[in-house]
């Protein structure tokens, strides 16, 4: 048992989940999927599943990118609280630390969210500041789909808008759009007995984003890959909670 443990610790801490943490990586499922882990850009209006996960990530640009990060999602009455806190660092010239708290309402066939999102910034050995970010969002639940919109932003920037409808039927497979003001993204998941795959391609700066997982008894792990902007690579680990 202490050999298991000290292997799912191990291997957690250095993957990836399946929420972007920080800008430069996507959310590979799409932003206003209804289940996962919060991330950086996803929506606050979810119905997602209980649970936790450990995660890393890295970017081979220019210059090297990696993050860590970790997310728990729990129940609290009637609202669905989830949280992540990642550690963003660029090469050598810059660090962040950005931690955020999302909370959902169901209300009859919607769902309501907001989320609050604290950046700390610095550069070794010199600056340092602090940022704060809002999100606010609602998705429409009809049938097989669900139909959302957000705005978030930080204080010092302009309001960013996004939108998206996912179709999520009984079968194996699922489709989402999603749009914002500069760019669209088409993606589609294939669900298998003891995991899942996912696709997300963005236009028009064309981009293409991979995301294989597998589960076993609440349990899961997988890896991502992401081509477009900044290259990244890395994989994840967690476990759901039944609710």
């Not at 639940?141 to 959302?148: A, H, K, N, T, V």
Request: charged fraction near 15%; proline fraction near 5%.
């Amino acid at each position: 048992m202490r050999r298991s443990w000290a292997l799912w610790l191990g291997l957690s801490v250095n993957l990836w989940a399946a929420g972007g943490a920080v800008p430069f990586v996507p959310t590979v499922r799409g932003d206003f999927a209804l289940d996962g882990f919060p991330g950086f850009y996803t929506s606050p209006a979810r119905t997602t599943v209980p649970g936790f996960a450990l995660s890393a990530v890295y970017g081979a640009g220019d210059v090297d990118e990696f993050a860590y990060a970790g997310y728990g999602v729990v129940d609290a009455g009637p609202l669905c609280l989830a949280v992540f806190s990642a550690f963003h660092g660029l090469d050598s010239l810059y660090r962040q630390s950005y931690s955020e708290l999302q909370a959902s309402l169901p209300v009859r066939m919607f769902v309501l969210g907001a989320a609050y999102g604290l950046s700390m910034e610095w550069l070794p050995g010199a600056e340092k500041w602090a940022r704060h970010r809002y999100k606010a969002g609602a998705t429409l639940l009809w049938r097989d789909f669900s139909l959302g919109g957000m705005a978030n932003g930080f204080t010092d920037e302009l309001v960013d808008v996004r939108g998206g409808v996912h179709w999520v039927p009984q079968g194996a497979f699922s489709f989402f759009l999603e749009a914002d003001r500069h760019s669209v993204w088409l993606g589609n998941g294939i669900r298998f007995r003891y995991g899942e795959a996912h696709f997300r391609y963005g236009f028009p700066d064309f981009s293409v984003s991979l995301l294989f997982s597998a589960r076993w008894e609440g349990w899961f792990a997988g890896m991502m890959a992401g081509s477009g902007g900044v290259p990244v690579l890395g994989a994840f680990s967690g476990k759901r909670l039944a609710k």
